[in-house]
């Protein structure tokens, strides 16, 4: 589903951001990415959505031949991955149905299509009767359902989540881990980026850790830290 084989990324300012990273994520894995600060996350993120070039190495998601990609495919790459991010990104100025409907939208889906699968996400993700309020009218844990619900509308093989519990409290943020966990047992595979030490020990996932660029190590049942 995601294969990273001797993955490397210098920046022009000479980091190295990734160092020979080889790794396999499975369909239908949830897998935890873990590390301090500079340790490489954000770069394995975008080495998978091809928002930065690799130095060496190849990348694979789905089918797709990342390292390969030409630029005008990088639309329908991006069609297989649904992104979640800890600041939400909803368009303050539409609903909730239409934060979500515009991804179909975008697509081309047909009204007819979108009127009928909106309400299955939102329920989905627990927001049904939400579909006309705003942004500003939620709370942050809700912000973050209607986040999900748009990364998941079109049906995406995978779901990155990047840091989606980092502007939540404890309790809101084991709510938003429930869906995310009900997302991955209905099949979707899902790598999710975070510093919440608490929600990697005890949801007993796989664990990837960078450090350095590195993998420090690949536990497929792990904890955020081995220190304590």
Not at 73 to 101: H, M, S
Request: no cysteine.
């Amino acid at each position: 589903m995601i294969e990273f084989s001797n993955v490397s990324k210098r920046y022009d300012n000479g980091v190295m951001a990734l160092d020979n990273v080889s790794v396999q994520i499975e369909k239908g894995e949830f897998v935890f990415l873990v590390g301090p600060s500079g340790a490489g996350k954000s770069t394995f993120i975008k080495a998978i959505l091809k928002e930065v070039e690799i130095t060496t190495g190849k990348v694979f998601v789905d089918d797709l031949h990342v390292t390969r990609l030409h630029r005008r495919r990088v639309p329908f790459l991006r069609r297989k991955v649904g992104v979640v991010f800890q600041d939400f990104r909803l368009l303050p100025n539409k609903t909730v149905y239409e934060n979500i409907a515009f991804a179909m939208e975008i697509v081309g889906t047909p009204q007819r299509n979108i009127r009928k699968q909106v309400p299955l996400i939102l329920a989905l993700v627990g927001l049904s009767g939400k579909g006309n309020f705003y942004p500003n009218q939620l709370s942050g844990g809700e912000q973050q359902r209607v986040s999900i619900a748009r990364s998941m509308i079109n049906n995406p093989p995978i779901l990155i989540a990047d840091e989606p519990t980092g502007n939540l409290d404890p309790d809101t943020s084991w709510e938003i881990m429930k869906v995310l966990r009900t997302i991955n047992r209905r099949g979707t595979t899902i790598l999710m980026a975070t510093h919440d030490r608490e929600i990697v020990d005890i949801m007993k996932k796989r664990v990837i850790a960078l450090e350095a660029g590195k993998v420090a190590r690949d536990d497929k049942v792990g904890v955020y830290s081995y220190d304590d």
